[in-house]
């Protein structure tokens, strides 16, 4: 009996090493590092060398959005004074600790540990941001730290403070896993005997979070990470977000269908497993998927689904009653057969992967990641001496430093560029993740754009007026925000000056000073409604070019009627804004009439008679803007006639 137990123990020990060393090797296989990154990273070259927690060493800017994760980096890159290998190997050693803890803390026997190894370990979600660089390796780590100390129900006083600490983690290292805790710590709170002391340990495990957000405003002088503010600031409707969030999701149902079949499936438990706590699991799980919709998702497919899959897998090898090999082979066979029917499954790719880029992205502007930055930035491609990252960007910033000037430059994709150009150069991000002007400006409207990159206008004087110290930006007005916004990030931490703009900034008091529609819709063409009548009845061939950045078309009172008639080019399609005064009420798309490229456009202008929005209708509207899908060419049009 007791050589028996001994040879159960070894094999048990044996079968546990093995699903270590697979995900071991599967993470050091797919290992690998993106562009954004390195905005964190370039923080924490910059702290490590003196200059505070910077993006730029001449103020104070929150570039990074997990603090937890940043700060993990510091002293590890203190001593290595090497990014590539040393972040690579963070995440490789997070990511192990989540394995062993998940496999030795919550999987209860073998089956559940091979469930666990045929949804992880195929899920692209999963392992391709299990590096990356970003921070869901930690994440994956809290959780499971978490659900380690919940799933035994025992919700004393102590367990609660703990709870509520790792919670407060979790959302240090990123702000919107508190969808995933809220319901959890709700429901553990209500299970302690003594409510009031409860309370009182919930809010305590939140003091780091609360400390962070102090430190925040004291020294950044806001209490969110810039990235938020640029991201506020894209003047989209909501509407679409949403859309772009569904696409999302119809990005990993073609390319990581096992992620989105394991969340589908543990939302069904709590109807067949009667305990109550798989409610507040589900709630989270529910929440988190939802606020991915609401957001727009995001360009990096499958991100944000890593965090969520991570808790449903939990949740269905813990309440699906699969503890057993005869309900839990069958299990495993459809995890496995729904992996390898999907494409580049992580265990199968190889350094060869990302070599073509022709289905890096679809249309909805969601992509690959991974497959994009795989033969530039990947544990594969390294090899001693080899500058990593390898591609132009990097090696664009390395010139930057070996210049050894100060210097001021603007671009987009800016973190191995930042990184790499070292703390003499000001690095401007005409996507505002790093700049504090531009997030707070509103983003060009393009007909055309990609979730997550919303580029600003650049003032007219802001590159000189970013990299030194006089203000040189010709708009008065936003000459005098930035004025206040220097104070804040540039002048001395505790003066009456700098707090007062502090609370007035925080507030929006100085809003008013960034002409909003000036900056969202620049270089807009402007005519109004009779010189464009003039125009064509003058000249019956007339047209008036509708250029890339669109045209405006201002009427000499407000406009209230049912439809309109207008006349443009056949082999464009339009969008039609409607205005009131400033303010955009509604919108109008007119698809193109000439679409078959073998036959010649019988006219090469075709007229649309439209119906007016209702929203339009009923406010009026002062104006029409007019732009051509998907904006990057000028196209025409000939009249407008009122129905």
Partial sequence: ???????????????????????????????????????????????????????????????????????????????????????????????????????????QNLSQVFITASILGFSRSFI????????????????????????????????????????????????????????????????????????????????????????SVIYYGFPFPNTAYAKLGTGLWKIDLIKQGLWYYAFSWKRDFITLLVLFLSLFIPFYQRQKEVWVYVIGIILYCLYIIWIGGDFMGGRFFSVPLLFATILIIRYSKLDQFKRGIPAICVFLITSFIQPYVPILTNSSFGKDLSEFKDKHGIGDERMFYFHVASLAHWEKGKPMPCNAFANQGRQYRQANKKITKAHGSVGYRGFFAGPMAHIIDYYALSDPLLARMPAIYRPSWRIGHFGRYMPEGYIDSAGGDENKIKDKNLAEFFDHLKIITRGSLFTVERWRDIIKMNLGMYDYLIDKDRYQFPNLKKITYQDLKERITSNESAKVVVPKYGIEIQFDEIKKNDTITIELDSFDTFIILFFNNKNWIARRWIEKTWTDPDKEAVEPYTKHKIQVPFSARRKGYTAIRVFTYPGDADSAMRDIQFD
Avoid at 33 to 50: E, K, M, P
Avoid at 78 to 104: N, W
Avoid at 182 to 197: C, D, M, S
């Fill in 128 to 215: 391709d941001f299990s590096s990356s660089g970003l921070e869901n390796p930690m994440s994956h780590l809290l959780l499971v730290v978490f659900m380690i100390l919940f799933l035994p129900q025992k919700f004393t006083l102590k367990n609660l403070f703990l709870l509520s600490l790792i919670a407060s983690l979790a959302t240090l290292n990123r702000q919107d896993c508190i969808l995933l805790y809220f319901p959890p710590l709700v429901y553990a709170w209500w299970q302690t005997e003594n409510k009031k002391q409860g309370f009182i340990l919930l809010c305590l495990g939140f003091v780091p979070l609360v400390l962070w957000e102090i430190f």
């Fill in 1 to 107: 009996m007791e050589n028996n137990k001994k040879n159960l123990w070894l094999l048990t020990s044996i079968i546990f090493l093995g699903v270590w060393i697979f995900f071991a090797i599967l993470f050091l296989r797919t290992a690998w590092l993106c562009d954004d990154a390195y905005i964190s990273f370039r923080t924490v070259d910059n702290a490590v060398n003196g200059y505070g927690l910077r993006w730029n060493i001449n103020e104070r800017v929150q570039a990074y959005t997990h603090p937890l994760w940043m700060f993990l980096h510091i002293p590890f890159y203190a001593i290595t004074r090497e990014m590539f290998l040393t972040a690579i190997f963070i995440s490789f050693g997070v990511s192990m600790l989540t394995i062993i803890l998940l496999t030795l803390g919550i999987a």
